[in-house]
């Protein structure tokens, strides 16, 4: 067999390198446009449910009324935690990171469902079922546990978002909350190939379950350069104070060459069009519950951002007005990334049922750089050099 010549460039990140073709996500970076399946986003998140838009990313077609009833009644009755779960978060430490909590669950899960059948459908549909429902009630249940109370069961007739809120908070929200919950559940859903989703197909594609892959994802989705990121924008927007001195911090962030949290896309160069609607999402939450006295400072920093970074294309991303509009949700700060990752669970399951329809296991090459074969060297003959 002939085989191709590999060309062996090394690309850092993988920018610009397609290892997939995919029909779940598009952006087009140059325009801020961005829509799932082929409808826009700011369709989707005007007049869609999260459940519905889950269905659509993962199914390829947006429901019928009744699928999408026998949809969201199958995730209603999944929502409860096996008390075994439960018991196990109890073990966890109250001050480990909520990330940390929801990629042990997630992967517990995999020992709760071991059948593997992933060639067919009624497990792929149960296996989706199962991890939309109970990814949220185990964040909800991690915040409970972790101030000493017992997590609350879910409430049977309040809808995805709703519920979600009130497992947290105790309380049945608002229905303007629950619906901008919603909507930010739907914007965070897909964005193609960033890394939680690569690490996702990476891992489908060795045809473990998919408990692994989703825990694999929450793992990746937690660092600062991806989904951790909307932690740190609030605490850079209290770092600044107010918005007089927005201008000084960029100009000193710039000069030590820290990065602008919320800022910078590796597919946009212009507003990130999620950030846009986030933006709207909390004004219209303002509107209603009181300005968090941080939008100000957020609104300064976007501002004096786009005169020092514009020009290189660097502009708000999805993380620098999210934490905004979860705060104002009564949402604590480090639950903004099990947030995101409740909502990207849909997008992960959407690229884990792509993989397995034209699975090739990743196996990408490597350029070595290290030493050629050397002698290998008795204990009592080496140095004490330091290695790193
Ligand atoms: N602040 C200041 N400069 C920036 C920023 C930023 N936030 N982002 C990129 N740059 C500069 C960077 O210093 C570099 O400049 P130069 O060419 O002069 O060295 C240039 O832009 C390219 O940066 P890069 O880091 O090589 O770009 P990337 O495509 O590898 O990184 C990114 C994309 C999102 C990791 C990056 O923009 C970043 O670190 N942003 C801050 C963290 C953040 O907000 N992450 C959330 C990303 S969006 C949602 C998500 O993925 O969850």
């Not at 710039?254 to 999620?274: L, Q, S």
């Amino acid at each position: 067999m002939q085989t191709k010549p590999i060309e062996m460039t090394l690309r850092p990140g993988l920018e610009g390198v397609p290892v997939t073709q995919s029909s779940i996500c598009d952006i087009d970076g140059a325009k801020g446009n961005l829509s799932y399946r082929g409808y826009p986003i700011g369709d989707l998140t005007a007049q869609s449910s999260f459940l519905e838009i889950t269905y659509l990313l993962i199914w390829g077609e947006l429901p019928s009324p009744q699928q999408l009833r026998d949809f969201e009644g199958e995730v209603q009755m999944h929502r409860r935690m096996s008390f075994r779960v439960r018991d196990m978060m109890k073990c966890f430490p109250a001050t480990g990171h909520p990330m940390d909590a929801l990629q042990a669950s997630a992967a517990s899960l995999g020992l709760f469902y071991s059948r593997r059948a992933i060639d067919k459908p009624e497990y792929i549909y149960d296996a989706v079922v199962r991890l939309i429902a109970k990814i949220p009630t185990m964040v909800a249940a991690f915040q409970l546990i972790r101030k000493g109370q017992d997590p609350i069961q879910p409430r049977d007739d309040l809808a995805y978002s709703a519920n979600f809120l009130y497992m947290l908070t105790e309380r049945e929200p608002d229905p303007l909350a629950a619906r901008i919950l919603d909507r930010c559940l739907i914007l965070h859903a897909e964005h193609s190939l960033n890394a939680s989703t690569f690490s996702a197909r990476v891992t489908a594609s060795t045809l473990t379950d998919p408990y692994a892959v989703i825990a694999s994802a929450v793992g990746t989705l937690a660092g600062p350069l991806h989904g951790g990121a909307n932690e740190d924008v609030l605490a850079m927007l209290e770092e600044i104070g107010v918005p007089e001195k927005a201008g000084q911090y960029l100009d000193e962030a710039i000069t030590n060459k820290r990065k602008i949290m919320g800022f910078g896309h590796r597919e946009y160069r212009v507003k990130d069009p999620r950030a846009s609607i986030l933006q709207s999402l909390a004004e219209e939450l303002f509107a209603r519950f009181g300005k968090d006295e941080m939008y100000d400072v957020a609104q300064a920093v976007e501002l004096e951002a786009s005169k020092r970074l514009g020009a290189k294309g660097i502009y708000p991303n999805v993380d620098f007005y999210s934490g905004l509009v979860y705060r104002k949700l009564g949402i604590p700060r480090d639950l903004f990334t099990p947030v995101f990752a409740i909502s990207r669970v849909a997008g992960w399951l959407a690229h884990w049922r792509e993989q397995l329809g034209a699975n090739r296991i990743f196996r990408p090459s490597q350029i070595y750089t290290g030493m050629k074969t050397r002698k290998w060297i008795p204990p009592e003959e080496r140095n004490s050099s330091s290695v790193d």
